[in-house]
């Protein structure tokens, strides 16, 4: 079991930026794949951004390409999603989610899900 908290969303201008952070606790953190999700109101859950055990290997859906910056620090037992030149569209709830196999885009692999964050970005 690993039980995952993520923190840092908030309100942020257009064009701002912002770090959300995800705490890992429980079983062997490095063992684990981290992807990030997020939810906007009455939309799907879409994968947002992948990063491996050792954090040498990134996946990043296109929409946040060159902005969105995904990393961890296995001793911290914590992964990072930087957010920059944010836009209106990246509003969401963002979950940070472990995985005990590859990364995959696919919200259902996940096994271990935190409560979410909110990030609210204005125009």
């Known amino acids: 079991q690993v039980q995952l908290v993520e923190s840092g969303g908030g309100l942020v201008q257009a064009g701002g930026s912002l770090r959300l952070s995800c705490a890992a606790s429980?079983?062997?953190?490095?063992?684990?794949?981290m992807g990030w999700f997020r939810q906007a109101p009455g939309k799907e859950r879409e994968f947002v951004t992948a990063?491996?055990?050792?954090?040498?290997?990134?996946y990043y859906t296109d929409s946040v390409k060159g902005r969105f910056t995904t990393s961890r620090d296995n001793a911290k037992n914590t992964v990072y999603l930087q957010m920059t030149s944010v836009k209106p569209e990246d509003t969401a709830v963002y979950y940070c989610?472990?995985?005990?196999?590859?990364?995959?885009?696919?919200?259902?692999?996940?096994?271990?899900w935190g409560q979410g964050t909110q990030v609210t970005v204005s125009s």
């Open positions: 429980g079983r062997t953190f490095s063992s684990y794949v």
């Open positions: 989610a472990a995985r005990d196999s590859i990364a995959t885009i696919t919200s259902s692999d996940y096994n271990y």
């Open positions: 990063i491996g055990r050792s954090g040498r290997a990134t």
